[in-house]
């Protein structure tokens, strides 16, 4: 039985200039929505933009126009970038929706009228790039704990919703919906700041005097509601005004009329909301408690995924390193990005991006892996069977190998993605496509062509590879839509890939004998490590530019030799490291820091540093532990504590980090080497 799928992204802060992590969230939703409907599912994908709040004032202003005016000609960057990748979205919301105001109206309302929401002074300090106000325990050296920007003392009235009488409910929500958080690693750290602090009640107002560019609180009309309350509820806006009124292709559900109504009860509650790790606390804190107030389900599940660093540093526009995924998909075609970008790094994770890196899985996995092996297909249909696919004769052994191969991909493709393991569902279809080359290799079909005995063997051959390449077709349509649906067509397969139904068409042996195929230049060109330029492009720009996390992760593994030559260091280059066994005899948390602890670590002297492992390690787990430790790292500043090196560590199977050790007892202060 299929059923429905409601997917979102966040919407996009109108002022940005689409960069690469935008598209990540946004083709991500897309691969599940894609993959959804070829269940059969209907699917409602949900993005958009999120216009109101003071910087879209300003940044209007600086232009002289309105801010509806700048939204509307800024809002054209998104839509154009969603077009070039692809995206295939049901629906795009803009915050300033006049639909989506009365929506976020009637449920100011409904809140204020049911004592959800109270007036009361306000004392704050204020972030205005983040437009967030913080506690003065929260500064770090007096500025934003976030962004370390200035802020300033504002005192005013408000209104607040009381989000803390929500703690427990939330609390208890989350121990008994362990899918609800995910990754698993995200839920502790989101259950362990509920159960370090005291949950306060959340101010949704602003002056309209300070910021008239927000929904104005139908109660009170010196007030606007503040961003964060307008732009989560957009979600269960969109299911009022910009849902599908029918399934994806079943009208016979339209006219039946079970499917919409105008409250959106058929597409409530969200199956995913896709969210980058720095607005999980909003989603899962205060989207949460906000839909207990409202009386409707939570969200099925809330996934933070990782951010995406450029070489190994945070994008931001005074580095020059801001990835426009414009210039990606304009330079690499945007199946070739997609499949990049899911296929390096394990969603949830922070990743690395490289042009090297790209163009390594561009060469290896897709033009030499799939592009070799459908155009080797398609050429030896053509030039042995007249481009028309054989009857096959018997199944041997590797037949019925390839095809339970083949046959075993769905299901494992529909786990990955039902817990939106996008790197594992592509490794699982890539092992389809490592032994369909392996089985050519195999059964030498040139060699079969060349005796008239083995004209039937050569049929079943040729038949054999022709089916997995269907099949591969099938199972990588979510990810390479373009590319796939070329492949289909040049198959001999008719009409559009994404119309098809995957348990239909994922038995072996559907393909029609007799089928007449073409071959067609290469699907994935190769790409001239030597002439391309292999620089992120300094002019890319991204207004935003905010904190990337602690964690950095390893430079990904980069197929290929080419690839690799761009990341080799010669033995000087390490020898500038210096590695040493350290003993932790002293560990603490630091105040204020969910992620940080303060060490003593005996290498040979004591010194102190500060290590982002608190979410995977407690203190009392750590003492006495032999760490590997950068030793000449030039000492930080973290949390106005001084670190005097760096332990090493790994991405553990368990989404925390494992910190590496010895193999024996060593003694402290060891060279490493
Ligand atoms: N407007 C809010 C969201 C409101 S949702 C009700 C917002 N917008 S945003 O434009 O700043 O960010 C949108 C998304 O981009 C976030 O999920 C964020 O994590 C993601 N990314 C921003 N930089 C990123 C990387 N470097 N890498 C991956 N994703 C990143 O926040």
């Known amino acids: ?33 894609r993959y959804n409907r070829l269940c059969g599912d209907d699917v409602f994908f949900l993005t958009g933009t999120d216009e109101h709040g003071q910087k879209v004032e300003e940044a209007a202003g600086n232009r002289g126009i309105s801010p509806k005016k700048h939204a509307d000609l800024m809002v054209e960057n998104f839509s154009a970038l969603w077009k070039k990748l692809l995206i295939t979205n ?28 109270e007036r009361r002074p306000w004392k704050g300090w204020y972030c205005t790039p983040d437009e967030r106000f913080w506690t003065e325990t929260d500064l770090v050296e007096g500025n934003c704990p976030d962004c370390g920007r200035a802020v300033e003392l504002i005192e005013e009235e408000n209104y607040f919703f009381l989000m803390s009488k929500y703690q427990d409910r939330l609390m208890n929500y989350i121990k008994t919906n362990p899918e609800y958080i ?3 690693f995200r839920r502790n750290e989101v259950m362990g700041f509920l159960k370090s602090q005291t949950l306060g009640d959340l101010c949704i107002s602003r002056p309209k005097l300070r910021l008239s560019w927000g929904v104005p609180i139908p109660f009170d009309e010196k007030f606007v509601t503040y961003v964060w309350f307008d732009a989560l509820l957009n979600y269960f806006s969109a299911t009022r005004y910009l849902a599908p009124k029918s399934g994806h292709g079943h009208p016979e559900k339209e006219a039946a009329k079970a499917y919409y109504n105008s409250k959106g009860e058929f597409w409530w509650p969200p199956d995913c ?19 207990m107030a409202m009386n409707l389900p939570l969200p099925k599940c809330l996934f933070a995924h990782g951010w995406w660093t450029v070489e190994g540093k945070k994008m931001s526009k005074s580095r020059g390193n801001v990835v426009s995924p414009n210039e990606m998909v304009e330079r690499f075609g945007a199946d070739a990005l997609r499949y990049f970008l899911f296929r390096e790094v394990p969603f949830g994770l922070d990743g690395n991006f490289s042009i090297s890196a790209l163009a390594g899985r561009i060469n290896n996995d897709l033009a030499n892996d799939l592009g070799n092996l459908a155009s080797r ?18 199944e041997g052994k590797k037949e019925s190998d390839l095809k339970a191969m083949a046959e075993s991909i769905p299901d494992l493709v529909k786990n990955d993605l039902g817990k939106l393991r996008f790197n594992n569902a592509l490794e699982n279809i890539w092992k389809l496509v490592s032994l369909a080359n392996k089985y050519i290799e195999d059964t030498a079909p040139w060699k079969l062509a060349k005796n008239p005995g083995d004209t039937e063997r050569l049929n079943t051959v040729l038949y054999s590879v022709a089916e997995s390449l269907r099949l591969l077709c099938i199972n990588l349509a979510p990810f390479m839509p373009e590319s796939m649906q070329n492949l289909w067509t040049r198959l001999g397969q008719e009409g559009e890939l994404s119309q098809i139904n995957l348990d239909d068409q994922s038995k072996w042996g559907i393909l029609r004998p007799g089928t007449v195929v073409t071959k067609g230049e290469p699907l994935f060109p190769r790409i001239d490590m030597k002439t391309n330029n292999l620089n992120i492009s300094n002019n890319s720009t991204a207004s935003k ?58 290498t040979g002297e004591t010194r102190q540093i ?3 492992i608190a979410m995977s390690y407690s203190p ?47 003694a402290p202060g060891a060279k490493v080497g």
């Open 1 to 33: 039985m299929s059923g429905k799928f409601y997917v979102t992204t966040p919407i996009y802060y109108v002022n940005d200039i689409p960069h690469i992590g935008h598209a990540y969230t946004t083709v991500a939703a897309d691969i599940l929505a």
């Open 90 to 117: 049901d629906a795009f919301i803009r915050t300033t929706d006049e639909a989506h105001v009365r929506t976020v109206q009637g449920i100011l309302q409904m809140l204020w009228d049911r004592g959800e929401i």
């Open 182 to 184: 995910l990754p698993e």
């Open 273 to 291: 909301h896709i969210v980058g790790k720095d607005i999980l606390t909003t989603h899962a804190v205060y989207w949460s408690t906000m839909l």
């Open 377 to 394: 297909a398609l050429n030896m249909i053509v030039r042995y069977r007249n481009a028309t696919v054989p009857s096959p004769g018997p």
């Open 545 to 602: 530019d905010k904190e990337v996390s602690n964690r950095k992760q390893a430079e990904s593994h980069l197929p290929g030799d080419d690839s690799k030559a761009d990341n080799l260091i010669t033995i000087a280059d390490f020898a500038k490291v210096e590695l040493k066994t350290g003993k932790i005899l002293a560990a603490e948390s630091i105040k204020k820091s969910k992620k940080l602890l303060r060490l003593d670590v005996d």
């Open 610 to 612: 500060v290590a982002g």
């Open 620 to 666: 009392e787990k750590l003492l006495g532990k032999t760490v590997i430790v950068v030793t000449n790292l030039a000492p930080a500043k973290l949390f106005g504590i001084e670190s005097q090196g760096m332990l090493l560590a790994v991405p553990g199977n368990d989404g925390g980090l494992t910190l590496l050790t010895t193999d024996k007892d060593a």
